[in-house]
């Protein structure tokens, strides 16, 4: 966070809560003149990343919900949140891809390279 941010986190920020990562969610402590509703903005634990932010929290700082969805609402089958790691080492790779190894099982459709004459 940039030292403009701290700063006016310290002087208007009211903390709000913080999720299981360790990001801490703030709204300002009064409504300001000439606004219709006081912003709300998060702090980040780790590296600024907008996907790092569960979907509890998200409808919150986007004003979906007035108060954040507690983890006592969640259902049995919803899983844990996670960022999007496309571009990490954490990130989804198929058999056949080259960081598995390279190699697959053949299919039946697999593409066949045609040849003159044939």
């Known amino acids: 966070m940039t030292i403009g941010t701290r700063l006016f986190t310290y002087?208007?920020?009211?903390p709000i809560g913080q999720d299981g990562d360790g990001n801490r969610y703030?709204?300002?402590?009064?409504l300001r003149p000439g606004r219709l509703r006081k912003r709300r903005w998060v702090?980040?634990?780790?590296?600024?990343?907008?996907t790092a932010v569960p979907a509890e929290w998200h409808s919150w700082l986007?004003?979906?919900?007035?108060?954040?969805?507690?983890?006592?609402?969640?259902?049995?089958?919803?899983?844990?949140?996670l960022p999007n790691l496309t571009g990490t080492p954490f990130s989804y790779r198929p058999p056949g891809h080259d960081y598995?190894?390279?190699?697959?099982?053949?299919s039946t459709g697999d593409y066949e390279a045609w040849t003159p004459g044939s």
């Not at 002087?11 to 009211?14: A, V």
């Not at 702090?43 to 907008?50: D, L």
């Not at 108060?67 to 919803?78: F, G, K, L, M």
């Open 26 to 30: 703030y709204e300002e402590r009064v």
């Open 43 to 50: 702090m980040y634990a780790g590296v600024k990343e907008a």
């Open 62 to 81: 986007h004003y979906t919900t007035d108060t954040p969805i507690s983890d006592a609402n969640r259902r049995p089958w919803q899983k844990p949140h």
């Open 11 to 14: 002087f208007y920020g009211l």
């Open 100 to 106: 598995e190894g390279g190699k697959r099982a053949a």
